[in-house]
Each structure stands twice: as structure tokens, then as C-alpha cells.
């Protein structure tokens, strides 16, 4: 990076410790391309890397005030990137040994587990919740996704809208739902995680 450029990102990361919006945007538009194709190149899956992408300029806003901290914005968001993907793979890792764990005690459940499966039952019925307070287009687009399999660039050519507004919105729907769970005490990245894996 040039003395000039690196002068221009010093800049650009004070006005967004200042709390400058159109700053913060300029900044994702020039790093989220590669921070989520390095993001897919890992998960292989573009609807995992768009949550991960997400989070990680949700928390790079949130913590603001100390951005202008960072030496290397690029070298920073790679790094952030390889640690979200690592944590997300321990993460389904724990999820799927759990759920090999409960399938096999289910096996052998009796009716003293009615507990358990109304547990089920109930975590589910908070999920479908969570979807339906999603606003008309959000709900939309994430029914299409989710129910129907339908990919981004499908989804978008049905409704004519943009590929990417169609990505943003469903961005928006996935931490809408987050949100909504955790309000109510349920773990919603587990819950998403389950969902996801039960309409494949």
C-alpha cells in the first residue's frame, strides 16, 4: 500500500471511530469481496460465509472506537476471517457429535422422554415464531431460501430484485431471528444451525 493510500485508510478508519456511517460502508465495500470469497473458499457453503461476513463488520462497527488501532486493515480482516471459520467448523463439530449423542437416546426413548421431545417440539415452534415475525419481504425471501432450496440468484430473478438485496435481506432475516431467540432465551445460532440442517 502506498504512503498516500495508507494515508487515506488512517482517515477513513478515524471518521469511522467517529461514528461516520458512509466512511464504514466506503470500508466494507472495499474488503467484504475478498473476505468473502476467502470465507466460501473455507465453508464451501455461500449462505455460511454471508452470516460469518456479517458478523464480522457487525462487530468491526460495534467496537469502532478502537478500529483506528488496526496497522493493516487487510491483513486484520484475513486473520479475523480464518478464526471465524475455524471457530465455525469446532462449533458444527460439537453440534453434530451432540446430535449423534441424542439420536442414539432417542432410540431407545420411552414415554418417561415426553419431556424431551416437547422440548423439541417447543424449540421449534419458537423457531417457526421467530420466522414469522419477519417483515413480508424477509420472509419471503428466507422461506424461499430455506423451504424451497432456491439460491440467491434464483430467488432473485423470481422477484426481480438484486442479487445483492437479496443477499442483504437475508443477512437481515437470519440476525432478526437470532435476536428474537436470544430475547427469549434460546441459543439462536444452534437452533439456525439445526434448522438449516434439517431442510437439506
Avoid: C
Avoid at 56 to 71: A, C, D, M, S, V
Avoid at 81 to 100: E, G
Wanted: hydrophobic content about 35%; cysteine-free.
Amino acid at each position: 500500500m502506498s504512503g498516500e493510500s495508507n494515508y487515506s485508510e488512517i482517515d477513513v478508519l478515524r471518521r469511522i471511530a467517529e461514528g461516520d456511517e458512509q466512511s464504514f460502508t466506503a470500508l466494507y465495500h472495499r474488503y467484504s469481496n475478498k473476505v468473502y470469497t476467502y470465507l466460501l473458499r473455507m465453508t464451501r457453503s455461500h449462505e455460511i460465509a454471508e452470516e460469518l461476513l456479517y458478523d464480522i463488520f457487525t462487530k468491526l462497527w460495534t467496537g469502532r472506537e478502537l478500529i483506528t488501532e488496526i496497522q493493516n486493515m487487510d491483513s486484520f480482516l484475513s486473520k479475523v476471517a480464518y478464526n471465524k471459520a475455524i471457530s465455525f467448523f469446532r462449533y458444527t463439530a460439537s453440534q453434530r457429535k451432540m446430535q449423534q449423542y441424542v439420536a442414539r437416546q432417542m432410540e431407545h426413548a420411552t414415554v418417561d422422554d415426553a419431556a424431551d421431545k416437547l422440548l423439541d417440539s417447543e424449540a421449534r415452534e419458537l423457531l417457526q415464531e421467530a420466522i414469522r415475525q419477519l417483515s413480508p419481504q424477509r420472509k419471503l425471501v428466507f422461506t424461499l431460501s430455506r423451504e424451497q432450496g432456491l439460491t440467491h440468484e434464483q430467488i432473485a430473478r423470481r422477484l426481480n430484485l438484486s442479487t445483492q438485496t437479496v443477499k442483504k435481506t437475508m443477512s437481515h432475516a437470519l440476525q432478526s431471528i437470532r435476536e428474537f431467540l436470544h430475547k427469549r432465551g434460546m441459543e439462536g445460532a444452534a437452533l439456525l444451525y439445526f434448522y438449516m440442517e434439517s431442510k437439506k
